[in-house]
C-alpha cells in the first residue's frame, strides 16, 4: 500500500507570489490535515478536511487556504508568500479522523520564500 | 486549551544506554489519547505508541516503554538499548474528543545516540 505521497518535495519561490502544494493520502483514508513546521514554532495545525469538508482550522491567516477533491486528495494554496512563510509543510491522513487514530506523515514540502 | 511541553531540548547518550523523554500535557477533556512521534532526518514523521486517557497500564513494546501518569499530566517514553538509529527528533502529541485529526504537539526533543 502506497504511503502519504506530496509533491513537490522542495519549492522555491519568492515574495508575493502563491504556491499550490499536493497531498494524496493512503488509499482509503478519507481525512487528510496539513502541518507547518519550522525551527521557531514546531509544528502547528493548519486545517483538516473529511469528505470534501473542511473539519478544524488552525491560527493561521486567510492567505492558507486548503481544499479536499471527490478522492481525498488535497491541496493547500499560499497566497501573496511573505519570507515567514518558509517551512516544512507536512500532510497527514487517517482513515477516518477519529481521536484515537493515528496520523500516517507523508515526506513534506520543503517551501523557501526568497 | 490544550498544550504539550517537553522540557528536554536536546539529548545525547552513548549507544547502549537507556534514554527516557519527558512529557507533560494539558487538557480539560476526560476523554483524549497521547502519542509519541518520531521525526528522521528525512523529515516524515513516523508513529510510534499510543495512550487513551483510561488506561493508565504502562507497557513495553520491544525496546520501547512508556511510563503514562494521569496524576501528574505526564507521558514519558524509553528507550531501553539505544541504537544509532535512534537518532531522531521525538514528538509527544494530543489529541481530544473532538480534535479529530488536530493534533497537538510539543516543541520536540532531539535525540543524539552516539556510537
Known amino acids: 500500500k502506497a504511503g502519504v505521497t506530496q509533491t513537490p518535495r522542495y519549492l522555491i519561490k519568492t515574495r508575493g507570489q502563491q504556491v499550490t502544494l499536493s497531498c494524496s493520502p493512503i488509499s482509503g483514508h478519507r481525512s487528510v490535515s496539513w502541518y507547518q513546521q519550522t525551527p521557531g514554532q514546531g509544528l502547528q495545525f493548519l486545517f483538516e478536511?473529511?469528505?470534501?469538508?473542511?473539519?478544524n482550522k488552525g491560527n493561521f491567516p486567510g492567505r492558507f487556504s486548503g481544499r479536499q477533491f471527490s478522492n481525498s486528495r488535497s491541496e493547500m494554496n499560499v497566497s501573496t508568500l511573505e519570507l515567514g512563510d518558509s517551512a516544512l509543510y507536512l500532510c497527514a491522513s487517517s482513515p477516518a479522523g477519529d481521536t484515537n487514530e493515528k496520523l500516517f506523515f507523508g515526506s513534506g514540502t520543503q517551501l523557501s520564500v526568497l | 486549551a490544550q498544550k504539550v511541553t517537553q522540557a528536554q531540548t536536546e539529548i545525547s547518550v552513548v549507544e547502549k544506554e537507556d534514554v527516557t523523554l519527558d512529557c507533560v500535557y494539558e487538557t480539560r477533556d476526560t476523554t483524549y489519547y497521547l502519542f509519541w512521534y518520531k521525526q528522521p532526518p528525512s523529515g516524515e514523521l513516523v508513529f510510534l505508541i499510543r495512550?487513551?486517557?483510561?488506561?493508565?497500564q504502562n507497557e513495553i513494546s520491544g525496546r520501547y516503554s512508556w511510563n503514562f501518569q494521569k496524576s501528574t499530566s505526564s507521558f514519558n517514553f524509553t528507550i531501553t538499548a539505544s541504537q544509532v538509529v535512534d537518532s531522531a527528533v521525538y514528538f509527544c502529541?494530543?489529541?481530544?474528543?473532538?480534535?479529530?485529526?488536530?493534533?497537538?504537539f510539543g516543541p520536540g526533543t532531539s535525540l543524539s545516540v552516539i556510537p
Open positions: 478536511y473529511f469528505s470534501e469538508t473542511q473539519r
Open positions: 495512550r487513551n486517557s483510561f488506561d493508565e
Open positions: 502529541a494530543l489529541k481530544w474528543e473532538t480534535s479529530y485529526d488536530k493534533v497537538i
